[in-house]
């Protein structure tokens, strides 16, 4: 499986929102009563060691470090037991969020597409088999911010678990090899700014660095 190249694939990035209760509370949203699902188009992927562009009319883009379940095999309706036979395996990775953008989108009611899914909006650290990670759902995920940490969380404190999302996604999108499960941030998020560098990471097992230009 070329799974280790899996941003080469070109397929769906499916992202999941507000998963974590202390982020939901510094967005001053409400508790999600179902995961809340939005995409980015596969031309948002970073390489590790890559650069983040801020998109056009962005005045503050916010980093949000979150664990990437990568699929490794095809499903579609299948329940939370079934779930985890679908992971191919994880990777660190920033759903780089236009926040003035999103903002303006929240309160006129339109899609967020824009604000999270322009050009370099989805950086990722390097793949790793799911064989590597046996307890996914609770490990260390941080960010730095020129070498401040501003992001700490762990993967027990999701609101809805990784199998559920799974479960929950695949009712709607037919899941395939080589898509990628943003799984929400934790709290903590905030602006960066042309030349910081942000490094991300899952506990000392995996470190990804981008620049932004
Ligand atoms: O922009 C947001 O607050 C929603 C989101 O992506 C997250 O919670 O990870
Ligand atoms: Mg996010």
Redesign the pocket.
């Known amino acids: 499986m070329r799974l280790a190249r899996f941003t080469e694939f070109g397929k769906k990035i499916i992202?999941?929102?507000?998963?974590?209760k202390l982020?939901?509370k510094e967005?001053k949203?409400s508790l999600p009563t179902t995961p809340?699902v939005?995409l980015k188009p596969p031309t948002a992927y970073v390489i590790n060691e890559g650069s983040i562009r801020i998109p056009k009319n962005c005045q503050e883009l916010?980093h949000?470090v979150?664990l990437g379940v990568v699929i490794g095999r095809k499903g579609s309706s299948v329940n939370e037991n079934e779930a985890e036979d679908l992971i191919g395996g994880y990777v660190i990775a920033l759903?780089m969020?236009a926040?003035d953008l999103?903002s303006k989108a929240k309160s006129s009611g339109k899609p967020?597409s824009i604000?999270?899914g322009f050009d370099t909006s989805c950086p990722v650290g390097n793949f790793i088999p799911k064989e590597a990670l046996p307890n996914a759902n609770s490990l260390d995920i941080w960010c730095k911010v020129n070498g401040q940490l501003k992001q700490k969380g762990n993967t027990s404190d999701m609101i809805f678990t990784i199998p559920h999302l799974i479960s929950y996604i695949s009712q709607y999108f037919t899941l395939e090899i080589g898509d990628l499960i943003?799984?929400?941030?934790p709290d903590g998020?905030g602006p960066v700014n042309s030349n910081d560098i942000i490094e991300i990471g899952i506990g000392d097992i995996s470190k990804a660095s981008f620049k932004i230009e």
Do not use: S
């Open positions: 992202c999941v929102g507000l998963n974590y982020h939901v967005m949203n809340i939005f916010h949000e979150e759903d969020t926040r999103q967020w604000a999270k943003l799984t929400g941030t998020v």
